[in-house]
T-cell receptor, first 112, second 115 residues
């Protein structure tokens, strides 16, 4: 069935450094979503990407959808301690329906 | 607060007991999801409702799990004859059907511990 791989599993950065997490699928995706989960919290929706090659920005966060719609990335510029948490990508199978499959997530640690 | 709410927030039960969790979605949302999340993993899809109809159920879900959404409002998730492997965070999410958009709003979750 549909699976997504996220790398890296963990990332430790110094505050002010950049951070990138990647999400890869073996099949073409119709769209992809990104969520953030703070420690002890619940996932919070960040963004949805639909178009091939799409790039969206939210302040220091940049989201990209690959040209082949098989991969996506989330880049954070100049990390802050408030960026700490786990970032998940989430996809739906192209077969239709609304089952959502989440990646295992990338956990970001930021050292002040 | 107009967000998704879940009750209880924590549940400790003995193996073999039945438990029931409740989810109240955002009022105008017609889609409701249940997920299970264990430490270090992403949310794992369990089931999905559109209004009162249960449209998808994970094949990973054993017959001990059942969910309902009477009248298309709140939903309940019941686990019968709990096992230690059922210990996890159970998350509920809701969304509004609007074309391709399906951003999900998650509740705080119910943490289940089976002893």
């Amino acid at each position: 069935g549909q699976q997504v791989m996220q790398i890296p599993q963990y990332q430790h950065v110094q505050e002010g450094e950049d951070f990138t997490t990647y999400c890869n699928s073996s099949t073409t995706l119709s769209n992809i979503q990104w969520y953030k989960q703070r420690p002890g919290g619940h996932p919070v929706f960040l963004i949805q990407l639909v178009k091939s090659g799409e790039v969206k920005k939210q302040k220091r966060l940049t989201f990209q959808f690959g040209e082949a719609k098989k991969n996506s990335s989330l880049h954070i510029t100049a990390t802050q301690t408030t960026d700490v948490g786990t970032y998940f990508c989430a996809v739906r199978p192209r077969t239709g329906g609304f089952k959502t499959i989440f990646g295992a997530g990338t956990r970001l640690f930021v050292k002040a | 607060d107009t967000g998704v709410s879940q009750d209880p927030r924590h549940k400790i039960t003995k193996r073999g007991q039945n438990v029931t969790f409740r989810c109240d979605p955002i009022s105008e949302h017609n889609r409701l999801y249940w997920y299970r999340q264990t430490l270090g993993q992403g949310p794992e899809f369990l089931t999905y409702f559109q209004n009162e109809a249960q449209l998808e159920k994970s094949r990973l879900l054993s017959d001990r799990f059942s969910a309902e959404r009477p009248k298309g409002s709140f939903s309940t998730l019941e686990i019968q004859r709990t096992e230690q492997g059922d210990s996890a965070m159970y998350l509920c999410a809701s969304s509004l059907a609007l074309g391709q958009a399906y951003e999900q709003y998650f509740g705080p979750g119910t943490r289940l511990t089976v002893t």
